[in-house]
């Protein structure tokens, strides 16, 4: 069987994956808070697990791994959005607005995962769902002295946990140093952190020992995790903005409520997101969401390609260039596979740059070499393994792309039939040329003008010389542009 290697963030080193039970791998990882559409940045932590369930399943057994990913539906930020959408006049109460906006959120959210390519998980539990466990967990807290309740308020000790801090190498003096906690008079230390807070009547409640209110964050994912994973179970995972404080507070809560069990074995984390080299953020005006990005035509399976080109634990850079040379190469494994039978299973080095600590870009580079060497039957079976080049991504303009000229060639590479659906460069070629004849002998270029400026706003280069005109498409090469010409 192959072995897998993680980094693990608890031990600070790569490890040799070993599961508790290999016919139930278990794997818990944070989901979004459901207020508004995914960013980009939020679709990180998405196709890095389920690169990682893919793996699981393979090495596994598609029947031998359970993923949980939550829906967070309780939460501030939720009614919020709920009052700003009742105090711009919308119908209901604000329990029901906040009801209507979770439902209407994870509608959004599993339409633009599965447009990456995202495999649903086995189980998304919304928090709503699971209160009852939440408060049995609390209850559980109070009563081994974790916890305690405050002005209808109930918070975690974190003095009563020794290891509080360790995911994260911090003492709890240093992040009372560090940290801008809250200070609230029931608390007995800083950094104590919620369990339970009350609600008032139009918020969002459940009835509770401690009156009618709604669960704190962390404690969510404890409980949800808890009741669908065990005690103990194999990965938890989460963007690395999680490891402090809601990491470590699952962990607190998790050990002390369950002090003989593990909790999860191995963390992993993945790093941030930026845009152009910048934190995306409202304010620098380069914040935008995986629905913007598909609704400007950026296919789904080219956000999944150049997400997997950086490794997982590295900052990764989304920009144009990236997006331009996903696209171009996506475009050409598309068309040199177009009919081809897939191999049965991936090659055995794409599998093993993912075992190790998965090394996407690594597993890319595989591929790059497949094509090179024509292997397509293992290109194909390759590229689907890491969820690219599938039936389910395919529905793009992929096909109309005509390649002619430098690095590749439909003429070396196949017979003159494959692009018969589409618009043929080399034929347009043959236009410009004839109409530049003409064009000579009547000194009118304007015919020559009008078809070489449709090429260029198509992203077509054009080179024109006596011999011939040779047509090239570029980066941004848009077939859909040349419509016109048919
Ligand atoms: P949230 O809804 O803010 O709790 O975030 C949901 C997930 O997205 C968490 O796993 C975060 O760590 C992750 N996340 C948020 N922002 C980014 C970013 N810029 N890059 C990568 N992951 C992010
Ligand atoms: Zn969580």
Redesign the pocket.
Known sequence: MTDIKLYNTMAREKQVFTPIDPDNVRMY???????DR?????????VVFDVLYRLLRHVYGPDHVTYVRNF?DVDDKINATALASKEAGAKGSLEELVHERSDETIGWYLQDMGALGALEPDEMPRATEFIGPMIAMIKDLIAKGHAYAAEGHVLFAVESYKEYGRLSGRSVDDMIAGARVEVAPYKKNPMDFVLWKPSTDDLPGWDSPWGRGRPGWHIECSAMSYELLGATFDIH??????QFP?HENEIAQSKCAHPDAGFANYWL??????VEGK??SKSLGNFFTVHDLLDQGVPGEVIRFVFLGTHYRKP?DWTEKKRAEAEATLRKWRILTDSVEPASSPSVEVVAALADDLNTAGALAELHKLAKRNELPLLLASARFLGILTDELGGWNWRTQVIVGSSFSSEDQFGAGIFSHSIELPSLAKRLHYARTVAMETKDFSTVDALKSILTEAGVQVRMSKEGVELEPGPDFDASKLEVLK
């Open positions: 990882v944070c989901g979004p808070t459901v207020y995914a960013h980009l940045g939020n679709a990180r932590p998405v967070t995972g989460g963007g690395n903005d999680l809601h984390h993945n790093e941030m997101l930026q934190k995306m990764m």
